[in-house]
């Protein structure tokens, strides 16, 4: 930018005037008046008729005549309104006005005036250079009149900002990181070459977090039409090639290994066959100190207290061939130290809680093993979810180790002066104190004192909820742990956002999205607000497909689990295809008098054809009674009544008396000996312990259930089926969940030979046994009739079994969003009443499956690849062979 100046000599050129004066001044007489120039008020009026000027009384001072606004660099065009140069100028307003007969005469307080507008003009910001001339312009009686010229060069403006030269930078992604480093880089702002140079830093550490060391931001600036000093500022982006790292070695650890070391580092690790397409091993210098603190930790767990990680060296090595990436070596220092043995535990700043409650909460910390500051912490934990459900959610514990092998402070002050009265901690009197042992076992040991600051306990003021426009508040109130007026418990709370999250209403809720803000009009107390976010629980669906279970078909439904915002279910369904029909309405209501007490009655239609065996005809209503028995634990009592028939029975199992006379039971469970029809009432209890945290997207907890169903009073069959099932989900890393399901079913009867075909026992399909068709898994008729030929139609046809197991594995990729990659194992037997479960019966199948949520229609989609590595004797649905691998599409989830 040049420098400013004020100078003073003739005027040369008639620029863009900013006069102040009514009238233009007069020509000389016998002269013809000059044009005049435009005037900051807008365009003059044409004087009607020559008159003559007013001029200054005779003898008069030099005055100030004129003020004058002048663009010259920029063809006298500005791109600032003229008036709201003004508005920082006080001189405007001491021009003569020979209308109003005010004569200023330019005096060195004009001038003052003159120079403080100069500094106000330069200090907007607006100028790249600005100068004043001052010239004599007198009137035609002699008196001498002075115009003051404003000499300004506008600085240029940003009208387009664009960024070219690679594409590893998204727009959208330069415009956040602009805002969140504070740069300010508007449209129609001015050039300012210091927000230039920050825009190139936050490009080059961009770069840098993606692993693009060698990167390099240049700009240009091109001039456009349109009005003067407009410009376009452009930034070149050259990203250089990705530094990749090919080896990680330390240096200086010897108890742990480099492997072991390496296991603890999550951000910086050396690139793998996959790295294509994971990212893995793409150098970010940020993410080292991550790291670096993960080691550090890791060797604190293991009594390692000294060890420190220095800054890594870099080696760098060759370019790839096509000079895209950067291989480097790294060599990290690690200082280790030696490993410490626990001494004493102490505890400093409790008084709520007594030092016994707290040792308790420590008990498996002993003196004398390896200090790990893991097991510490761990304690801490503990110690936070007790004081924080006392109400101190402020409470902290911060560890204080003292090495024996270090002098305690003041130690030498009380022991300089080598007369032996000093006792080692700072304390005087020639007392003796036992002197403590530096080392133990040949580790040198630390002392730990973990201080207490419990802070105030708080109460609940007022409980809030936002983001519930359909859910009312009493539906989520129900489900909390915290009440008004009562003491603030943290436990309390981590279990209300759990019940919330199993409702399954609300999008997955975080502890740390309930607001929790101290009351200003009350001490010692808080505001809690929960801030919800709802999902589409209302599901309306209808259409047509072609499906493995139910052939050709068309459907309609509709389906919600929070009805008109109350938290009722409602369902309501029919289908009608090729091979099955099923009408159903069912309705839960979860609170009944006020209470937590639910009842739910479902009555249905329900018609399959099991292709090439029979088709089974049923109708029937269920009622279901639940109440709690513990904060995640609830009894259920369901009673159903069904009419079963059996028809279309396949020639095979009615045309072959040799079937009917090995296996006497079969008629009778055709139904054949009931006039194809059966009466089933079953009284059905169960006991349900669930601490999933969300029914469509569950991170963590698990399920136990057991349930008993009883057969006969009211119906002519009778028999028991008692289940067992339990469902784990663990959070393995921030992107990955682990998901367990084990089953066992036992069905018994007085007389086993009456039970219904269809009551009987199976695996097979999306929801128990991945990779194969719906009900193919268990014994077949060649298994119990030794006659028939295992490879005929009729011996490959499944009649079921009486006991089953079933396990399942899952290992979940979290991609983004709603979206899951889901690697599974299932493994599954179904046996009949004469054999035992044998490993060498289990039929297993593993594979990837890609599961979606779709919000519109709230359940999951997935696309499942299978590949059965244990299918022999396992038929499909026409009765080959069952496919070894192969694809399905389905919906819901497996577990």
Known sequence: MQAARYTVGRLTAATVVAALLPVWAAAEPGQQRPPQPPSIFGAPQRPAAPRQPILPPQGSPPLLRNLELRFPAQGNVASVEYDTYLYYMELPGHVSLPSQGRWTPYTEEIERVVLDDFTRLWDTGFLDDLWIEVVDEPWPNGVIGKRVIFNMEERQRVKIVTYDGSEELKQEDIDLNLE?????????SFLDPAVIQRVKGVLQVMFRAKGFLFSEVSHTIEELPGGPKLV????HMDEGPKVVIRNIDFVGNRALSDGDLKGQMSKVRESWWLSWMTGRGTYKEGEFEEDAEAIVAHYRNRGYIRATVGQPNIEYLELSEDGETRSINLRIPVDEGERYRLGELDFAGNEILLEEGLRRIFQDIEPGDYYSEGDIREGFEDARELYGSLGYYEMTLVPELAPRDEPLPGADAANGNGNGNGNGNGEHGGEEVEERPTHMDGAPVVDVTIRVQEGEQYFVNRIEFAGNKTTHDEVIRRELQLAENAVFNTEALKYSVRRLNQLGFFEPLE????GIEKTDSEENEVDITFNLSETNLNQLTFGAGVSEFDGFFGQVSFQTTNFMGRGESLQVSMLSGSRARNYQLSFTE????????????????RRIEW??????DSRGATVTFGVPLALFTRMFVGYSLESSEVTDISPYLTDRPELLAFNPFFADAL????????????????????TVDHPIFPTNGHSLSASLELAGLGGNTQFWKPTLEGTWYVRHTSKTIIGLRGQYSYMGAGNPDQIPIFERLWLGGEYSVRGFDIRRIGPLFSDVSPDVDANSYAGRMIIGGNKSLLFNAEYQFLIGGPVRLVWFYDAGQVQDFDSRFAMHDFKTSTGIELRFFMPMLNVPFRLIYYWNPQNDGVYNDRLYEQERSGFRFSIGTTF
């Open 180 to 188: 969140d480093n504070g740069v300010v880089l508007r449209m129609d």
């Open 511 to 514: 502890e740390a999205g309930v």
């Open 611 to 616: 292709i090439g065996s029979f088709t089974e």
């Open 590 to 605: 979860p609170f009944i008098f006020g209470r937590p007490i639910s009842l739910g009655s479902t009555v249905y239609s």
């Open 671 to 690: 139904l054949q000996s009931h006039g194809g029809r059966r009466i089933i009432s079953k009284v059905t209890p169960s006991l349900v312990l669930n």
């Open 232 to 235: 376009r500022l452009t930034f």
